[in-house]
């Protein structure tokens, strides 16, 4: 890339070099309580790192960090190399156009239709209603929904809110995925459905992903699983196979217990994180 | 009470202070820059103003009736009875218009502004519209600020006449007495700062009805218990804040029109 154009995108160039998210000793606390405590982690680009640990230990805080959403109390977070911590939050609006994030209870606008939800982004752009409707009509296809897109939220199941949830985070193709818990309170069936579809985005976009869940069971599914593009379904990684972007973060207390590998993580001595994956 | 209780407590309000004016400051801010939420402000004003329209013609209308009804019998003794238009126009214009509707509006859409948005809040609504690029504040407090002011203006004209109106109605339909008097002295009554402090109060109204809602709202903590108490405290602070600012803006227009 030409330096004059380096230099006109500044946000461009960074994560083509370096790793897409970077946590640096960061630490916070509410009302004098620490939640998180000198995290440091990366993630590589179309990496999926899982994160997990017991409730409360500050999995989806760590999301939020991710997003800007909230702010730390000491250390650094970089996104796409820029450093999220500092940044204003007119500038955060303008990154988190590259950032996708599906909440825990989906956080749907419950006063707008799926098709007017999913197409928010591309609304609050100026995108052409158009072009902005085949978007929708495609994502919603994707997420397999197409036939919701007029109904409120009320009127969906809650696996179907989590769908149209990751229907709107994927719409404009974000370069960063943040998945709070995205099968959390659903049945065993729904919850299946849902991983298939995150599998789905990774391997069909190589999304770099953060993936907070409390089944490990999913989160060893996405880790032995792919999507096979020719048949349109997800299925076992043949021999036994590993995806090797998938990356394991496990926090307890506040603290990164583990990172690493799916591999690494089966064949931990620590006790602790042997009793929790068993 | 402890010092430290008392520190935290101090910090705690003054910090409260600090949030609602940045809030309030940034919602002002917002209406000079783009983007504008039109449809936003529009559906606002539908819902806040036209939604209020059959309670503050009520209240005005009854209240009219009532200072007509009172008044009435108490300048009969002074034989003024034909300074009841007086008394009923100066009081629905100046005072009794602009806090009563004020105070119905503050009522329902304090509560309404406080509990939609605090419901945002404990179900990630909020956070879902920063994560997607919006600023809250503009898309949610900008609009409903512009569309209280813009609405609890004009409601409060119709409540001043429909209040003299209905003092109108009891003079003629109860008490049997002349109309014309009463119109006459009702318009030649009032003076143009009498006018211009009846229509100076809904403004000032208007900001704090729909920056406490939203900033109740905005700071909702605690599930659907919160939004109830945020839904409380919005009119009850809103309520409270419109009777000092009435009192201190009646002052201010005492000193630059006179009586």
């Given amino acids: ?278 | 009470m402890p010092f430290g209780t008392l520190d935290s407590f101090a910090k705690t309000k003054i910090g409260a202070i600090q949030d609602y004016s940045q809030l309030a400051g940034r919602a002002v801010l917002n209406m000079f820059s783009r983007p504008r939420y039109w449809a936003d402000i529009f559906t606002q004003m539908d819902s806040i103003g036209i939604g209020s329209v059959p309670i503050i013609i009520l209240t005005g209308f009854f209240t009219g009736c009532v200072l007509a009804l009172q008044s009435e019998t108490a300048l009969q003794q002074f034989g003024a009875v034909s300074k009841t238009g007086s008394l009923v126009s100066l009081s629905m214009v100046k005072e009794l218009g602009p806090v009563l509707t004020a105070l119905m509006f503050s009522g329902r859409n304090a509560a309404g502004i406080a509990s939609e948005i605090g419901s945002m809040r404990v179900t990630e609504q909020i956070d879902a519209m920063r994560a997607l690029g919006t600023d809250p504040t503009r898309k949610l407090v900008t609009p409903r600020l512009v569309a209280t002011i813009f609405m609890i203006f004009f409601l409060t004209i119709i409540a001043d006449a429909v209040g003299i109106a209905g003092g109108a109605m009891v003079r003629v339909g109860l008490l049997g007495l002349k109309l014309s008097p009463y119109l006459h002295s009702s318009y030649t009554t009032l003076a143009y700062g009498n006018v211009v402090e009846g229509l100076t109060k809904p403004i000032f109204s208007g900001f704090i009805i729909a920056t406490v809602g939203c900033y109740f709202g905005m700071n909702t903590k605690g599930g659907t218990q919160g939004v109830g108490r945020a839904t409380t405290q919005a009119v009850v602070f809103s309520s409270v804040f419109i009777i000092v600012v009435d009192f201190l803006v009646s002052r201010l227009m005492i000193s630059i029109f006179g009586s």
């Fill in chain 1, 1 to 278: 890339m030409p330096a004059a154009e380096t230099e006109a995108n500044p946000t461009q160039q960074p994560e083509r070099r370096g790793p897409v998210v970077v946590f640096d000793k960061v630490s916070i606390g509410f009302e004098d309580k620490p939640v998180l405590k000198d995290i440091s982690f990366s993630v590589e680009r179309a990496q999926t790192l899982i994160i997990l640990g017991p409730a409360g230990t500050g999995k989806s805080v760590l999301l939020k960090l991710a997003n800007g959403l909230l702010k730390p109390d000491s250390g650094k977070i970089t996104v796409f190399g820029e450093d999220v911590t500092a940044m204003p939050e007119q500038r955060l609006y303008k990154l988190r156009a590259r950032i996708g994030m599906v909440f825990q209870e989906s956080a749907l606008f419950d006063s707008m239709p799926v098709s007017d939800n999913v197409a928010y982004r591309l609304h609050e752009e100026h995108v052409p209603e158009a072009e902005a409707h085949a978007a929708v009509v495609e994502v919603l296809d994707f997420v397999e929904l197409g036939h919701a897109i007029d109904k409120y939220p009320s009127e969906l199941s809650g696996g179907m809110r989590r769908r149209v949830s990751i229907a709107r985070a994927i719409i404009n193709k974000p370069d960063l995925i943040l998945y709070d818990s995205p099968t959390g309170g659903l049945d065993p069936i729904t919850s299946t459905t849902i991983v298939d579809l995150v599998i789905k985005q990774r391997d069909v976009s190589l999304t770099t992903s953060l993936l907070v869940t409390h089944r490990l069971q999913d989160a060893f599914t996405l880790a032995t699983h792919r999507f096979n593009t020719a048949q349109g379904k997800v299925e076992k990684i043949p021999n036994g196979g590993i995806d090797d972007r998938t990356q394991f973060l496990v926090l307890n207390e506040g603290r990164v217990v583990f990172h690493g590998s799916t591999l690494e993580l089966v064949r931990t001595t620590d006790p602790w994180l042997k009793e929790y994956i068993s």
